[in-house]
Structures are given as structure tokens and as C-alpha cells.
């Protein structure tokens, strides 16, 4: 079946940047995406790439897709304490979003 | 606006007892997802449903689980004789379009928090 799969924990200092990487299965995903949960939150789409983009950029997140290795990649700048919360990898397929475990991304002072 | 409404927020129940979960999709939407979120699990998909319809039951549980969302009122998940392997989280989403046909698709509710004791 279609698989999603990402690192579980990222440890990043404030004010660096965070990179959380992922890897999908499915290359007919016309979308994918990146969410947020926070701690007792829902869900919160943060940004998404369409399948024929490389790049995306909205303010301080940066999305890579390689399509070719499957391969979508997040990246925070300048990484802030409000960003500590686990961060889903997640693709568009059928009709349903099929999404990775996540990566909780704790922050160091 | 409200976004996706859900409650109970949190649901304790008995294992034998019936959890039954309400989830209301932002006006509009005529299009419901349920997921199931397992402890330190990502998101697993269950059904997708939309008003009277049931299009999609492909993540079900064979037995004890259901799903409804009728033509007046909120979208219902539920679950009998629940088992401990039933706690976790679920969530409902909703969308106004089928999904393919827009970027920002589904607008995920709070979640339930079910326990099974």
C-alpha cells in the first residue's frame, strides 16, 4: 500500500534552521503536504507543493520536492520556540491523505 | 467562522461500552473524513463520507465500527463494545470540493481523545 516515512525526532537550536525530511511512495500524488500538530491540537496544514513544483517558499518554511527520489523536505528558518510540535509528512492519493508517523521537532535554547 | 467542531473532546469509556463520536464540518462542507490517530502513530485514514453517502470505508474495522453523516446534523463515528486497542485520537475533517480539486482540501477538527479502560 502507499507508505509515507520520516524521521521521529529532530532536535534543532533556536534560531537555526530545522530541515524534516520524507519520503513517499506514490509518484501519481498530485499534492503534498506539510501539517503541524500541536500538543493536544489538531491538525494544522501548514503548506503543501503541487507534484509538478521543485520548490515552494512562504515566508519562513521552504518545501524541496525531488520527484524523481521521492523525496519532500521542510524547511524552518530561524526556528522559534512556537514551533515546537510534531510535523506530518503527508500525500494526496485517491481520495484520502495518507500520512507519515511525523517528527516531533524539539527546540534547544 | 467555525471550523471543524468535535466532541466530545475527550471520551473515557468501559471496554463493552458504545463510544459514539460527533463531528461537525464547517458550514458548507458536504464532505466528512474520519482518521484515527494510534499513540505515537501518524494519522491512518478510516472513511469518507458525504451527506447521506458513505463513498469511501476502505480504513474500517470490519465490525463494531460505523460511520453515518445524515442529512441534518453532525457526522457520527461509532464504536461498540470498544476494546483498549480503541484508544487513540480521532479526527474528523471536512471539505467543501472533492478531493483533488483543491489545494487547502481538508480542514482537520480538533479531535476526540478516546480511552478505553
Known amino acids: 500500500g502507499e507508505d509515507v516515512e520520516q524521521s521521529l525526532f529532530l532536535s534543532v537550536r533556536e534560531g537555526d534552521s530545522s530541515v524534516i525530511n520524507c519520503t513517499y511512495t506514490?509518484?501519481?500524488?498530485?499534492?503534498l503536504y506539510w501539517y503541524k500538530q500541536e500538543p493536544g491540537a489538531g491538525l494544522q496544514l501548514l503548506t503543501y507543493?503541487?507534484?509538478?513544483?521543485d520548490m515552494k517558499q512562504d515566508q519562513r518554511l521552504t518545501v524541496l520536492l525531488n520527484k524523481k527520489d521521492k523525496h519532500l523536505s521542510l524547511r524552518i528558518a530561524d526556528t522559534q520556540t512556537g514551533d515546537s510540535a510534531i510535523y506530518f509528512c503527508?500525500?494526496?492519493?485517491?481520495?484520502?491523505?495518507?500520512f507519515g508517523k511525523g517528527t516531533r521537532l524539539h527546540i534547544l535554547p | 467562522n467555525a471550523g471543524v467542531m468535535q466532541n466530545p473532546r475527550h471520551l473515557v469509556r468501559r471496554r463493552g461500552q458504545e463510544a459514539r463520536l460527533r463531528c461537525s464540518p464547517v458550514?458548507?462542507?458536504?464532505?466528512v473524513y474520519w482518521y484515527r490517530q494510534l499513540p505515537e502513530e501518524g494519522l491512518k485514514f478510516m472513511v469518507y463520507l458525504q451527506k447521506e453517502n458513505i463513498i469511501d470505508e476502505s480504513g474500517m474495522p470490519k465490525e463494531r465500527f460505523s460511520a453515518e453523516f445524515p442529512k441534518e446534523g453532525p457526522s457520527i463515528l461509532r464504536i461498540q463494545q470498544v476494546v483498549r486497542g480503541d484508544s487513540a485520537a480521532y479526527f474528523c475533517a471536512s471539505s467543501p470540493l472533492l478531493a483533488g480539486e483543491s489545494t487547502d482540501t481538508q480542514y482537520f477538527g480538533p479531535g476526540t481523545r478516546l480511552t478505553v479502560l
Open positions: 503527508a500525500e494526496e492519493w485517491d481520495d484520502k491523505i495518507i
Open positions: 506514490d509518484s501519481s500524488s498530485t499534492y
Open positions: 507543493i503541487f507534484s509538478n513544483m
Open positions: 458550514k458548507g462542507h458536504s464532505h
